[in-house]
């Protein structure tokens, strides 16, 4: 009995925990990621889906929470939709990137201006990279505020 209670606070000790104690910290781990594979892709999750903008058109795809492969794809009227083996590999690899850097939501347009969103503490902190081709007032987003750099950013807390 002893040894189970021991297992179960050593996961809630390693799955429980976040590797990043403030907002500015998980930022920072993601801003000198290589968003180039997400181009003209966005992605939000709200668990236990995806909603996916790929090839123009936003799909609802569910994965097998054992194996990271997708379990189905459907479209907002919850008809399955049949992905060539190509496209549903890119999609699978699309997500487990996305998985990766931990995010509620990311997206990059065909200018390559890279949207992030995340929760910390019951606010959402989004955070835009401007591509040299891209402005603020383009993308709709004159309130966010420069970080550093190329990198804007706008909070939003929840009372």
């Not at 297992?7 to 429980?16: P, T």
């Not at 060539?84 to 390559?112: H, Q």
């Not at 606010?123 to 007032?137: D, I, N, P, V």
Request: glycine share 4%; charged share 25%; proline share 3%.
């Amino acid at each position: 009995m002893k040894r189970l209670i021991l297992i179960i606070c050593s996961i809630f000790v390693f799955y429980g925990c976040s590797r990043y104690n403030t907002p500015k910290e998980k930022f920072e781990s993601l801003q000198n990621s290589d968003f180039s594979d997400f181009v003209d892709v966005g992605i939000v999750f709200r668990p236990p889906v995806y909603f996916v903008r790929f090839h123009d058109t936003t799909y609802i795809v569910r994965k097998n929470f054992l194996s990271s492969r997708i379990k189905s794809i459907t479209n907002y009227d919850n008809q399955p939709v049949n992905f060539n083996g190509e496209d549903k590999k890119y999609l699978e690899y699309l997500l487990n990137l996305f998985d990766k850097l931990d995010v509620m939501a990311m997206s990059v347009d065909k200018k390559g201006n890279v949207f992030l969103s995340f929760n910390r503490k019951r606010c959402t902190y989004s955070y835009l990279k401007l591509s040299a081709a891209g402005s603020l007032e383009e993308c709709g987003l004159q309130y966010y505020k420069r970080y550093n750099e190329n990198w804007y950013y706008n909070v939003e807390c929840s009372k």
